[in-house]
């Protein structure tokens, strides 16, 4: 579908959803985004909901500005999938003890690796500006430095919520690996910091939303924030990095015979910011839950964890801002999808994935999610579809 433009405060929103279905709490939140003196374009994904401050699912271009609240606490979450040699045949009828195998690899939840990793002895593993970027730590602001060490430890884990590590099978019967996740603790604490440096700013006084506060190019605050997004933006994707070199490891040992070998891999983020320009006019845009769809951009548009996912590639639709969205989006909160499923619920909805089936992850079950295929119809002219997968292997924190 194009997109439906609808009225904003000083600029139009461009929707690629039908603005009827969402809710009318989303609906002020892109009212009040487009508000802002410094916005230049709004876009806003099908997969959109409530977020804090800011959507879920927006695409949000500013003029020598940026919001910290719209990028969100997990800076740099996203995407990582490689496609292997192993094909479904090659799989064993139980794969228990293969989840089992990268639960022991990749610390999840809370947990963290006792001692930091060694990128030097993770196979084929790319090490170069390693050391640069972690005395580059000693930049960040100093409320945090202090957690330097349990960043390091983290370095290579999952995390909890939506994140997930599966094995997944296209419809060639082609193994791949994939997994979700951000920049941990660190990223979070960080983004806190800033977020109550912006709100306490004279400019931001007057917002209609106060999370929505702003840092203003040429400012020591503004300098400071970017240095920091930046870093945790890196320290994103290398974690990502490292899980996948873990987890590739765990194929490896797992399936010895058939030699496994990796395609190059896929990586996206979906919650940061970029330097890019449109119109003539240099801008910083944040995709709060969305992935970069420029042309050949390819890009990772999960699912659920028991509806599959796809991969992507973009169309570059600058009157998206080369955006589209970063996944199926939830259709209810995780209080609401509590009330309403129960672990049977769970366990019937993810039939045929090996993966947790209790009530800790009843949160994340399929129905508190939109549809994906219908989440994937509506931007067809941002992305087209290299591969449809469905997992058989879900880990999840």
């Known amino acids: 579908m194009s997109y439906t433009e609808v009225p904003g405060i000083r600029v139009p929103i461009r929707m690629w959803t039908n603005p009827s279905t969402v809710e009318g709490a989303a609906m002020q939140q892109l009212r009040n985004i487009s508000s802002l003196p410094w916005l230049h374009g709004l876009a806003v994904m099908p997969d959109v909901h409530l977020g804090k401050g800011a959507t879920v699912g927006s695409v949000i271009a500013m003029q020598g500005a940026v919001c910290p609240a719209a990028v969100g606490v997990d800076i740099g979450c996203g995407m990582s999938a490689v496609k292997t040699s192993l094909t479904a045949k090659d799989l064993p009828d139980d794969l228990s003890r293969l989840r089992s195998k990268i639960e022991q690899a990749i610390p999840v939840g809370r947990g963290l690796h006792s001692d930091p990793v060694d990128p030097g002895k993770l196979h084929g593993f790319a090490t170069a500006g390693w050391d640069d970027f972690w005395q580059r730590f000693d930049g960040v602001a100093s409320e945090v430095k202090w957690r330097r060490e349990r960043a390091m430890q983290q370095m290579g884990t999952l995390g909890a919520g939506n994140h997930f590590v599966e094995v997944c099978i296209d419809k060639s019967g082609s193994v791949w690996l994939m997994l979700h996740s951000g920049s941990r603790n660190i990223g979070k604490e960080l983004a806190e910091y800033h977020m109550g440096v912006a709100r306490g700013l004279p400019h931001n006084q007057g917002l209609v939303d106060r999370d929505l506060a702003v840092f203003i190019a040429d400012t020591p605050q503004m300098g400071a924030y970017r240095s920091d997004l930046f870093w945790a933006q890196e320290y994103a994707k290398k974690n990502r990095a490292v899980m996948m070199a873990l987890f590739k490891d765990v194929l490896r040992r797992e399936f010895p015979k058939a030699k496994v070998a990796f395609e190059n891999e896929i990586s996206c983020h979906h919650n940061y910011v970029a330097e890019e320009r449109y119109d003539g006019v240099d801008l910083?845009?944040?995709?709060?839950?969305?992935?970069?769809?420029?042309?050949?951009?390819?890009?990772?548009?999960?699912?659920?964890?028991?509806?599959?996912?796809?991969?992507?590639?973009?169309?570059?639709?600058?009157?998206?801002?080369?955006?589209?969205?970063?996944?199926?989006?939830?259709?209810?909160?995780?209080?609401?999808?509590?009330?309403?499923?129960?672990?049977?619920?769970?366990?019937?909805?993810?039939?045929?994935?090996?993966?947790?089936?209790?009530?800790?992850?009843?949160?994340?079950?399929?129905?508190?999610?939109?549809?994906?295929?219908?989440?994937i119809e509506q931007q067809r002219d941002l992305v087209e579809v290299v591969a449809q997968l469905r997992q058989v292997v879900c880990v999840k924190g």
């Open 284 to 375: 910083l845009v944040t995709r709060k839950g969305a992935i970069r769809a420029g042309s050949g951009d390819y890009g990772i548009i999960p699912g659920s964890m028991g509806t599959g996912s796809y991969i992507v590639r973009g169309l570059g639709n600058a009157a998206a801002y080369n955006s589209a969205s970063h996944g199926a989006g939830r259709k209810m909160s995780r209080t609401a999808a509590k009330r309403k499923f129960t672990a049977q619920d769970l366990a019937e909805q993810t039939k045929g994935v090996e993966c947790r089936k209790d009530s800790g992850v009843v949160d994340e079950i399929p129905g508190a999610y939109k549809s994906i295929e219908k989440v």
